[in-house]
């Protein structure tokens, strides 16, 4: 069984089990704000939203150390983490537009900084699939992608602190370095469904980790049977290899 | 922001009510945003290891009868090809 097999089922029902539980305590342990029952959005929208930004982050993270070793998987976990960061802003972009909408009436606002930032983020990373699928060589695909992951990375938390420190902001804040100021309800089904959404982005990039692992290894059997030249070669491609 | 406990009111119904369409809306759009890249992935993913176990399956049966014959082939590509179905793609 391979490596990224191995823990995918427990994974799978920790991540069932803990969202359940999440939206459980957020729709019926968790009071409402003065804002009403629209606050339940937050409960999806800011997990989304700080796991997808990590998710960048640990893309970096991922792209510098293939950097330092070379090694391919270290590749292929930045794409994952990268690819999985974007489904998961184009969730929460879409749930804080409808919270928006809801709350302020407008479903998008171009002066609050909050949300024009994370725009930006989504729209860099955005362009690291293209990047890639223009370059052909495998190698030089890896390299430059892992470059970008790292710069990219670092300008997650540096995007985030210089919105913090802007002075003018609608958006409501629910952590700050003195631990928040969520009520403790609130605040036990926030911190259950992140531990879910993170655990969510962990399984998902499991999975698609064991995609490219299944396709590496079925091409490599396909060689070994019927030889190099008999096997068509690779489209061009964004993936790792 | 600070979260304020909510107040009753009399317009609390109506609030609720217009509230409701919001919240399913984001949490079904997120579901659905999620939804559609496990089918897509899972689809894949069983396609490819459909395939392996039977690449596997004819590694081992050419394993078991000694190998390849130096300079043939032992297979021919159709063959190994329809067990993958598709040209290579990776991603």
Known sequence: MSTHARHLRALSIATGVTITAGLALAFFYA??????????????????AIVSLS???????????????????WDVRS??????????????????????????????????????????????FCTYQPLRFAIEDPERQARYAAVFSVVGGAFVPLNFLAVRLSTEYVHPR????????LPPRMALAFYVMLVGIALLFATLMKYE???KETRRETR?????????????????TAAPM | ?????????????????????????????????????????????TRNQRELADLRRLVEERDAAGGAPAGGEPYPAAAVGQAGARPERVG
């Open chain 1, 55 to 73: 998710g960048y982050v640990l893309g970096g993270a991922f792209g510098a150390m293939y950097l330092w070793t070379g090694r391919r998987i």
């Open chain 2, 1 to 45: 922001m600070n979260f304020i406990p909510a107040a009753s009111s009399a317009t609390d119904f109506l609030d609720l009510h217009r509230s409701v369409k919001f919240v399913a809306g984001a949490y079904i759009v997120v579901l659905a945003v999620i939804l559609t890249y496990v089918v897509v992935m899972a689809v894949r993913l």
């Open chain 1, 209 to 211: 980790m064991l995609a």
């Open chain 1, 31 to 48: 009071p409402e704000d003065a804002s009403g029952y629209i606050q339940k959005i937050f409960y999806i929208h800011v997990p989304l």
């Open chain 1, 220 to 236: 490599r059997l396909r060689r070994r049977l019927v030889g190099e030249d008999a096997v068509a070669p690779l489209r061009r």
């Open chain 1, 79 to 124: 794409y994952c983490a990268i690819h999985m960061s974007l489904i998961f802003s184009v969730g929460g972009l879409l749930a804080g537009s409808i919270w928006a909408k809801g709350a302020w009436g407008h479903w998008w606002v171009w002066d609050e900084p909050t949300l024009v930032s994370y725009l930006i983020v989504i729209l860099l």
């Open chain 1, 174 to 181: 629910v952590l700050n370095l003195e631990g928040g100021n």
